[in-house]
């Protein structure tokens, strides 16, 4: 399962630093409610992270942050003291502090931040925006979200827009030359539809019970004849058996007939 998770993350994050310049060390910013659920499941945030990417991490929070976690007073005084470990960055709005999800939405605007969160309000609008990483807290597991729809979207629609149309065209005419594409192509062969098939013989073969309850064909023929024809038949004499007849020679006869007369 670690494995697997590394390899997820691997190819979350190279997905980033293609296509939205992520580079390290990575940049995470946190805010209170991550810090809670890790102090929650006993979690020690810069070992997981560390262990978690496999490549240097930089832990940022902002002064918005830390005053929203002291706002809340004791529920959250565990995690405001860790939230005040991190590296405090300038978000700009000292003197006029906003929330925590506000402040982050702003910061995440320009700079490239994995945004580590729990606040579900928060990752839904960051969502709908391109090239926004999320990170989350799964029970005591370290969680680096899946790039988003909005996300793909923008790279695919990036990928369309590399070649001009004139180069597209270009590309085309010279494959259908060297026999890469077939013109043909866009023509479907018709489908050839199958017949129905034979039924297995197995399924139609007769069960041994009904053999033993089906009566001879002789005898069902017997019972359809009418009783009259039966007394007849019984009344016929029986017909004796020809004797076969055996042809003797001339000369046989001849002795026979000599031996008689003497």
């Known amino acids: 399962m670690k494995i697997t998770r590394n390899k997820k993350s691997h190819k979350t994050l190279m997905f980033y630093t293609t296509h939205f310049q992520y580079h390290e060390p990575y940049q995470v910013l946190i805010d209170a409610t991550f810090c809670q659920a890790a102090l929650k499941n006993k979690v020690i945030i810069e070992e997981q992270l560390k262990k978690y990417f496999q490549s240097p991490v930089k832990l940022l929070t902002t002064q918005c942050i830390i005053l929203e976690a002291e706002s809340l007073g004791p529920p959250l005084t565990g995690a405001t003291q860790i939230v005040k470990q991190f590296f405090v960055h300038k978000c700009g709005h000292e003197g006029k502090a906003v929330t925590a999800a506000e402040c982050i939405k702003q910061m995440t605007k320009d700079s490239r931040y994995i945004v580590a969160s729990q606040d579900r309000n928060l990752q839904a609008s960051l969502r709908k925006v391109p090239g926004r990483c999320l990170l989350y807290l799964h029970k005591a597991a370290p969680v680096l979200e899946a790039p988003s729809d909005a996300s793909k979207k923008w790279v695919d629609k990036k990928a369309r827009?590399?070649?001009?149309?004139?180069?597209?065209?270009?590309?085309?005419?010279?494959?259908?030359?060297?026999?890469?594409?077939?013109?043909?192509?866009?023509?479907?062969?018709?489908?050839?539809?199958?017949?129905?098939?034979?039924?297995?013989?197995?399924?139609?073969?007769?069960?041994?019970?009904?053999?033993?309850?089906?009566?001879?064909?002789?005898?069902?023929?017997?019972?359809?004849?009418?009783?009259?024809?039966?007394?007849?038949?019984?009344?016929?004499?029986?017909?004796?058996?020809?004797?076969?007849?055996?042809?003797?020679?001339?000369?046989?006869?001849?002795?026979?007939?000599?031996?008689?007369?003497?």
């Not at 297995?200 to 033993?212: D, G, I, V």
């Not at 002789?218 to 007394?231: G, M, N, V």
Request: net charge positive; hydrophobic share 25%; with cysteine.
């Open 161 to 262: 827009n590399l070649l001009p149309p004139e180069a597209e065209k270009k590309i085309v005419f010279l494959k259908k030359k060297e026999g890469l594409i077939n013109e043909n192509t866009d023509v479907k062969a018709p489908r050839k539809h199958k017949g129905p098939k034979n039924p297995n013989p197995l399924s139609c073969k007769k069960s041994k019970k009904e053999k033993q309850t089906q009566k001879p064909q002789s005898y069902k023929h017997q019972q359809e004849q009418p009783k009259e024809h039966k007394i007849a038949e019984a009344s016929k004499p029986a017909m004796k058996a020809k004797r076969k007849r055996v042809k003797l020679p001339a000369h046989v006869k001849e002795v026979l007939k000599n031996k008689q007369s003497s």
